[in-house]
């Protein structure tokens, strides 16, 4: 599925149309708004071509907010603003338009590396990817038992490959305590340019989060009787890895009230090092059409 990946490579990589203005495109695959995390992504690489010397001052972090939901059918229009280029640290600010109109808006902070104090949560004990259902595993066995809209998210071609580790919650077994893993990687090889890894996975980190709200009820966000969108998102990018090994994003959710759902997710390297920290907070509620 390398394939994918070069898709999803293509899709980040975005026109440059005049200095601070950038030009992105969404793959024309049927959906009826632009997939958050794909603007995510292209947000951040218009940000990190901002900045001069981007290897010795990776992005550290980022808060964004959707506005409105993308159109697919048209170009999306990034405008980046330097707000600050201090000497540790550089700040951009990324609206993203389309029709005219804001749909997506994010600050972005860039940080050369320092010494400091040192310390991160430990990774949970879960069970290694090697001893989870393979994806041709997954389609052969599992799918068949899932709903219908999670065995099509499965069944398509997708540059992230998922191994969840608590995949029963998918045939309808609830969590109370809220907590869902998964191991994540690209299915295929990236270049090896570090700000293309942190681009990816910020991509990656808007795939399953929101739906972790879902957990306690047994529920998921793939049901068609079921209505979700992302409302903000923020990533904190600790610590260097690569996108393409595996990865164990820990999900959990402390809260849902008032039509939205909260979910937080901490991302860890196979050796156990933490290496991002994400939020998010989007509108779920049941349909009424």
């Known amino acids: 599925m390398a394939s994918a990946v070069q898709h999803l490579l293509s899709v980040i990589d975005l026109e440059r149309i005049e200095v601070n203005l950038f030009r992105g495109r969404s793959p024309q695959s049927g959906w009826q708004r632009v997939f958050g995390g794909q603007v995510i ?36 229009i990034y405008e980046v603003e330097r707000l600050r280029d201090g000497k540790s640290y550089t700040t951009r600010r990324v609206t993203a338009i389309q029709h005219g109109r804001p749909i997506y808006s994010a600050m972005v902070s860039f940080h050369r590396p320092e010494q400091g104090f040192e310390h991160q949560f430990k990774m949970p004990d879960v069970v290694g990817p090697e001893n989870l259902p393979s994806e041709l595993e997954l389609k052969e066995r599992i799918l068949p038992l899932m709903p219908d809209p999670v065995r099509g998210y499965y069944e398509r071609e997708r540059p992230i490959e998922l191994r969840p580790v608590e995949f029963e919650r998918y045939l309808g077994k609830a969590h109370p305590e809220g907590r869902f893993h998964v191991w994540i990687r690209t299915t295929g090889r990236l270049p090896d340019e570090p700000a293309i890894h942190r681009c990816v996975l910020a991509y990656a980190s808007d795939m399953l989060l929101l739906d972790a709200s879902m957990i306690p009820h047994g529920r998921t966000l793939f049901e068609k009787d079921i209505m979700a969108a992302s409302l903000d998102h923020a990533m904190w990018f600790h610590r260097p890895f690569r996108a393409d090994e595996w990865l164990l994003y820990c999900q959990d959710s402390p809260n849902a009230c008032g039509a939205r759902g909260f979910g937080r997710g901490l991302i860890f390297s196979r050796d156990g090092t933490l290496i991002a920290s994400v939020a998010q907070e989007g509108v779920v509620r049941p349909r009424h059409d």
């Open 41 to 76: 992504g292209q947000a951040l690489v218009a940000a990190c071509r901002t900045v001069e010397e981007i290897a010795e001052r990776p992005p550290h972090s980022l808060h964004a907010y959707f506005v409105l939901a993308g159109d697919p059918k048209v170009p999306i």
